[in-house]
C-alpha cells in the first residue's frame, strides 16, 4: 500500500513557511519506525532552557477524522490523561482560532501546570499554536496532519519549543515530556480509529 506523506516544502508553501525550529519532518529512519506502527518522539535542548520537541505517529483514519478527535475538547483529557480541564476561553475553531486553557496535574518529573494557548486553525492540515499566558515562559509549535495510504489514513507530525516559569529543572522538564509525548500519540491513535469505526458502522 502506497504510504506518501505530504512533504515539508508543501506546508512551506501553502501556510507562509515556518521558523526554523518547526522546520522538522521524519527522516527515513523515523518513517520506518512509523511504519511498523510505533510513535516516535524526541525532546532536544537549547541554548536558551527551552524544550525543542518533535514527535509523529501513522494513524488508520482520515485527516478530517483524527482533526475532530484532536481539536475536541472533551476529548483532551482521553488524549493526555494527566490533563484536569480544557476550555475555550476565546474564539470559536469554527472561524479559524481560539484561545483554550488547558491545566495538568503534577506527575513525578512535572508539578501542576496552566496553560493558555491560542491555536490557529487550517483544517484539515495545520494547527499552530503559541503561548498567551499560564506556566509556560515559551510555547511556539504546530500540529501538521498529512494524508498517507491514498488519504485512508493519517501521519502526525508534531513540533513544539517550550519552556516552563515554574521551580522545575529543565533537564526534569525535558524528561516530562520524552516520557509522556509517545503515550499521548498512540492515545490519539486510539481514539481516532474508535471514532472512524464508529463513523463506518453509521
Given at each position: 500500500?502506497?504510504?506518501?506523506?505530504?512533504?515539508?516544502a508543501v506546508?512551506?508553501?501553502?501556510?507562509?513557511?515556518?521558523?526554523?525550529a518547526?522546520?522538522?519532518a521524519?527522516?527515513?529512519?523515523?518513517?520506518?519506525?512509523?511504519?511498523?506502527g510505533?510513535?516516535?518522539?524526541?525532546v532536544l535542548p537549547?541554548a536558551?532552557?527551552?524544550?525543542?520537541?518533535?514527535?509523529a505517529?501513522?494513524?488508520?483514519a482520515?485527516?478530517?477524522t483524527v482533526?475532530?478527535?484532536?481539536t475536541?475538547?472533551?476529548?483532551?483529557?482521553r488524549?493526555?490523561?494527566?490533563l484536569?480541564?480544557?476550555?475555550v476561553?476565546q474564539g470559536d475553531?469554527?472561524?479559524g482560532?481560539?484561545?483554550?486553557?488547558?491545566?495538568t496535574?503534577g506527575s513525578l518529573?512535572l508539578?501542576?501546570i496552566?496553560?493558555?494557548v491560542?491555536?490557529d486553525?487550517?483544517?484539515?492540515?495545520l494547527i499552530r499554536?503559541?503561548?498567551?499566558?499560564?506556566d509556560?515562559?515559551?510555547?511556539?509549535?504546530?500540529?501538521r496532519?498529512?494524508p498517507?495510504?491514498?488519504?485512508a489514513g493519517?501521519?502526525v507530525i508534531y513540533?513544539?519549543r517550550l519552556a516552563?516559569n515554574?521551580?522545575?529543572?529543565?533537564?526534569?522538564?525535558?524528561a516530562g515530556l520524552k516520557?509522556d509525548m509517545p503515550?499521548?500519540?498512540?492515545?490519539?491513535?486510539?481514539?481516532?480509529?474508535?471514532?472512524?469505526?464508529?463513523t463506518?458502522?453509521?
Open positions: 500500500m502506497k504510504r506518501i506523506a505530504a512533504p515539508l506546508f512551506s508553501v501553502l501556510f507562509g513557511g515556518a521558523t526554523s518547526l522546520a522538522w521524519p527522516d527515513a529512519q523515523v518513517q520506518r519506525q512509523l511504519q511498523r510505533q510513535s516516535w518522539a524526541e537549547s536558551d532552557g527551552a524544550g525543542l520537541v518533535h514527535a505517529i501513522d494513524i488508520a482520515p485527516p478530517s482533526w475532530a478527535v484532536m475536541d475538547c472533551k476529548m483532551a483529557s488524549l493526555v490523561v494527566t484536569t480541564s480544557c476550555r476561553v475553531q469554527r472561524s482560532w481560539d484561545v483554550r486553557e488547558q491545566v496535574k518529573f508539578p501542576q496552566r496553560n493558555v491560542r491555536a486553525y487550517q483544517p484539515y492540515s499554536f503559541h503561548r498567551q499566558g499560564g509556560l515562559r515559551i510555547e511556539e509549535g504546530e500540529w496532519l498529512a498517507i495510504d491514498g488519504g493519517t501521519q513540533v513544539n516552563t515554574i521551580l522545575a529543572p529543565a533537564f526534569a522538564v525535558r516520557h503515550k499521548v500519540l498512540l492515545n490519539l491513535r486510539r481514539e481516532s480509529l474508535a471514532a472512524a469505526r464508529k463506518q458502522g453509521t
